[in-house]
Every structure is written in C-alpha cells, then in structure tokens.
C-alpha cells in the first residue's frame, strides 16, 4: 500500500526515537529528526512507508554512532517472551478441542505477542508482562480463519515473517502447531537492526531453529516490513514455493497488502493512519487475507 499521510510524522518520531534509544543526546536527536525530514522531502510517496525506514535508520545510526540501538530492548523481550509464551501460551493452546481450535489459539497468543514493541512504545521495559497479559484478551476485529484453514489443509510449504524480537517467542507457538502438522515452514528474520526487529540471534534465543521442519533464513534488508523487489535471493525462492505466507506485523501488511490470496496478514493497528484506511481502532487485532483487506477497504 501507498504511503498514507499520516505516516509521514511517524516516521520522523521513528528516528527520535531511535535516536534516544541509542543513547543520543539533544543535538543528535535533533539531528536525527533532521535527517529524517529530509530523506522523505526527496521520497516517492507511491511507496510504501515501512520502505524509507532503511534509509531513516541508516542515518539515525550513523548520527548516534550506535548500530543496533535496540539491542538491549531486544534481549529483554526475548527474555520476557520466552517466560510468558510458557506461563500463558502453551496453557491456552493445550485447552483447545480440536486441531483447527489449537491452530487458532496458537494465531491468538501470536498476536498477543504483537504488544512487545518498544519502537511504538519505548517504555514498555518494566511494563511488557503487563501489556502482553493484557494482549492476551484482545479479539479479532477482522479474521479470515476459515479461509485461512482451508488453504493450510492444502499446504506443504509455509514461509513465515517474522516481526519483532520477544513476540517471536509467541509466533514459536504457532510455528511450533504447523510443524505438528507436518507443513515445511521457512521462517524469515531481517538481515541487519531495523528497530525492534527480530534477526537470527533472536530466532535462535527463542528457539524457532529448534522446531522440526523449519529453516530459518534472512530477507536480505535492514528495514520495516520487507520489499519483494530487493529482498535475498533466498527469501524470493522461499516465498514463490510457498503455498501460504503468513506476515506479522503491521510494517509487513503495509507492504504485502494486495500482493496475493495467498498471503495472511496478522498484526495489531498501530496508528492512526491504518485506524483511518481501515476503519477499525486502533488497538484491534486482524487476521486478513492479502485480498480480502484490500477488496474490502480503500487502502491502494
């Protein structure tokens, strides 16, 4: 989907707070903002927003000095994710009645794990386990379940996208369910920092190299979201053989939106912004199909 106009201010608040994060002080946060503004005065808005996070980081980054200004945050989260995933997750799955009900409980406590994003909310070190308890009552404001559950009968080859480090530990629990039915999953972590985002370190600090049937591979980018047009050779081969991908997060449905019946949408409504395009609150959880969110909304 294209850039909205709201976007525009949530990505010069990404390079603020990127910036404090990694330790700035005023004058480099200033300067990162800086940075930012400029970067989107010269951008194509036809793009897709989570696109010009490469180019805002790289430049934040290199202000600050500081390379991975999430690291610390991200260690955190795995820990607390890994803790809650056990005490809340696998307890909810294992009341489930049916394989198509722990399929679905399993897509509940991944988009709980959705919460765990401290590049939306910085100071959520100290209040994550709070925040994911409470995630864990959130209904769907939009599923396409059923749809969802037809295609994986069919499915051999599943490539998972993967979000955030700590909500990671939650999508195990799903991958994990898949694995049980005996699906082939390519799971996808970014190549290089990008915010909060999960990469290989955190894949394997959670565990997701240790289900039966995955493989974990990279995108290729250092970005929000992915770009099909850019992304590794490896992520291209594994999403053509794919006969479902499932993306987490919001920066993955802003660049996957209407890129295919076959894709699956999970995340909550971070902004203002998608609130607007979609019509729900921000807050609300969805489990879309990549044509269904687009036929059914104005987002392009």
Not at 38 to 49: E, H, K
Not at 52 to 60: D, H, M, N, Q, T
Not at 242 to 271: P, R, S, Y
């Amino acid at each position: 989907m294209k850039m909205l106009p709201g976007c525009i201010p949530c990505l010069v608040k990404m390079a603020i707070t990127t910036a404090r994060i990694g330790g700035g002080d005023e004058r480099q946060i200033h300067s990162s903002a800086k940075q930012a503004m400029r970067i989107l005065c010269a951008g194509d808005f036809s793009r897709p927003a989570p696109y010009f996070s490469a180019p805002i980081l790289r430049a934040v980054e290199r202000v600050i000095k500081q390379r991975d200004p999430f690291r610390k945050a991200k260690r955190s989260s795995n820990r607390a994710g890994i803790k809650l995933a056990d005490e809340l997750g696998r307890p909810y799955i294992r009341k489930a009645r049916s394989q198509k009900d722990r399929v679905f409980r399993a897509l509940r406590a991944a988009i709980a794990g959705n919460i765990a994003d401290s590049a939306v909310v910085p100071d959520l070190e100290g209040r994550i386990e709070d925040k994911l308890r409470e995630a864990f009552s959130l209904k769907f404001s939009w599923q396409d379940f059923d749809r969802f559950w037809k295609k994986l009968g069919k499915a051999t080859h599943i490539l998972y996208i993967c979000d955030n480090a700590g909500e990671i530990a939650f999508d195990r629990l799903l991958i994990e369910e898949l694995s049980r039915m005996g699906k082939k999953v390519a799971v996808a972590v970014k190549s290089g920092p990008a915010l909060n985002d999960a990469l290989l370190a955190d894949a394997r600090e959670v565990g997701l190299d240790r289900i039966e049937g995955v493989r974990l591979l990279e995108t290729g980018q250092a970005m929000m979201g992915v770009d099909l047009v850019s992304a590794s050779g490896e992520f291209n081969s594994a999403f053509r053989k794919a006969d479902l991908v499932l993306a987490k997060g919001q920066a993955n449905f802003e660049c996957l939106a209407g890129k295919g019946g076959k894709i699956f949408l999970l995340t909550l409504i971070k902004c203002q912004a998608l609130e607007e395009a979609l019509g729900l609150k921000k807050g609300s959880a969805i489990f879309a199909s990549g044509e269904t969110i687009i036929a059914k909304t104005h987002i392009g």
